[in-house]
């Protein structure tokens, strides 16, 4: 089945340095590749996604890109500030609705933004 | 974006008795909601996927008679934790929406 493998597990930057994570998918057929920020004792929140017709997206200081021959795809933060620590996941589906859309999650990175 | 409510945020229950959790979409109708489970520092296991007006598609390895879910109307699943144990013990997420939005989780703990 389909996994998803990402890297670094734990991150350390200074504040207004970049932070970027990167993962990879195995399944060829993945068409959507979501972000989520997670806070301790929280739900995961969207923060960024893509989808496979797009190499790259930007909203402010977060921006994804997408290598679909490599199968791989990174998440960029610049000019970081201490709320952006969090647990970071990446995502991949290979639907846009119902079953198919189910999500299979990276095994997290813990991005911690020193002051 | 989207809103999913989850209620009850934390429940603490005795061995040997059952735990209901719902998920709500708030501002838009979810024909599909999502059940994950997660342990602590581990990333979420998509337990199973809840089809409104039909049964519930399970991972393999979930239990679908302990793990029971009803999806009764397009902005309603809930999740009902049978005979729960101490190895139930996690944090309970659902999501819903084409582009999923999660809920807030449920912090279950088993004693």
């Known amino acids: 089945g389909e996994n998803v493998e990402q890297h670094p597990s734990t991150l350390s930057v200074q504040e207004g340095d970049s932070a970027v994570i990167k993962c990879t998918y195995s399944d060829s057929a993945s068409n959507y590749f979501p972000w989520y920020k997670q806070e301790l004792g929280k739900g995961p929140q969207l923060i960024i996604d893509i989808r496979s017709n797009v190499g790259e997206k930007k909203d402010q200081r977060i921006a994804v890109t997408l290598n679909k021959t490599a199968k791989h795809f990174s998440l960029h933060i610049t000019e970081t500030q201490p709320e952006d620590s969090a647990v970071y996941f990446c995502a991949a589906s290979k639907g846009s609705g119902g079953a198919t859309n189910k999500l299979i999650f990276g095994t997290g990175t813990l991005l911690a933004v020193q002051p | 974006g989207a809103v999913v409510s989850q209620h009850p945020s934390w429940v603490i229950c005795k061995s040997g008795t059952s735990v209901k959790i719902e998920c709500r979409s708030l501002?838009?109708?979810?024909?599909?909601m999502f059940w994950y489970r997660q342990f602590p520092k581990q990333s979420l296991m998509l337990m199973a996927t809840?089809?409104?007006?039909?049964?519930?598609?399970?991972e393999q390895g979930v239990e679908k008679d302990k793990f029971l879910i009803n999806h009764a109307s397009l902005t309603l699943s809930t999740l009902t934790v049978t005979s729960a144990h101490p190895e139930d013990s996690s944090f309970y997420i659902c999501?819903?929406?084409?582009?999923?939005?999660f809920g807030p989780g449920t912090r279950l703990t088993v004693l």
């Open positions: 501002d838009f109708q979810a024909t599909t």
């Open positions: 999501s819903a929406g084409t582009t999923q939005y």
């Open positions: 809840s089809n409104e007006g039909s049964k519930a598609t399970y």
